[in-house]
Each structure stands twice: as C-alpha cells, then as structure tokens.
C-alpha cells in the first residue's frame, strides 16, 4: 500500500507542476492580448475621430459651394480636390493599419 502511495506522489509532483506551468503561460498571453487589444482600440478611436473632423471640414467646403451663387473660382476647386486626395490617403493608411492589425491577431 505504501508503495503504491509513493508511486503515486512521485508522478503527481511533476504532472501537477506542468499543468501549473501551462496554466501560468495562458494566463499571461491572455493578459498580454487584452493589454494588446486596449491599445488598438484606442488609435483605433483615435483615428476615427480625426476622419471625422477632416469629413466634416469636407463636408464645410462642399456646403460652400452648393450654396454658392458665383461659379467655382479656382482656388475652391482646388481646395476641394486637396482635401478629397488627403482623405483618400488617410483612408489607404487606415485600411493598410487594420490589415496589420489584423494579421497581428492570428
């Protein structure tokens, strides 16, 4: 009967320290994806938030010129069309940060 006990704790210790060691290791990649997720959210907002001034100043200078009376002068259009091209950057940078961010999580 002793025999059996001491066989028993002999291979109870170490089976017991690497369930403990394996439970561990989860437990900090799973912090350290949550901490991961906080921040991609956050530039995540970020950048939401500065698309979002820059549409409404789009949409400021398309008001403008529906409502205008004259013709488009040169400098409108050109503003507009600098304004339209800086979105589209933003937007191909946004789009290339969330694939990033994406292939980072798998």
Do not use: N, Y
């Amino acid at each position: 009967m002793i025999d059996l006990l001491i066989v028993a704790i002999v291979f109870a210790v170490p089976i017991t320290a690497i369930v403990s060691w394996a439970k561990i290791k989860l437990r900090r990649l799973e912090l350290e994806a949550g901490a991961g997720g906080h921040r991609a959210l956050e530039d995540r907002l970020a950048r939401l938030e500065r698309e979002k001034v820059e549409l409404a100043e789009r949409v400021g200078v398309l008001e403008s010129i529906v409502t205008m009376d004259a013709p488009v002068d040169a400098r409108t259009r050109v503003r507009v069309e600098a304004a339209q091209a800086a979105a589209v950057a933003s937007a191909e940078d946004d789009a290339a940060a969330l694939a990033a961010a994406r292939r980072a999580v798998r």
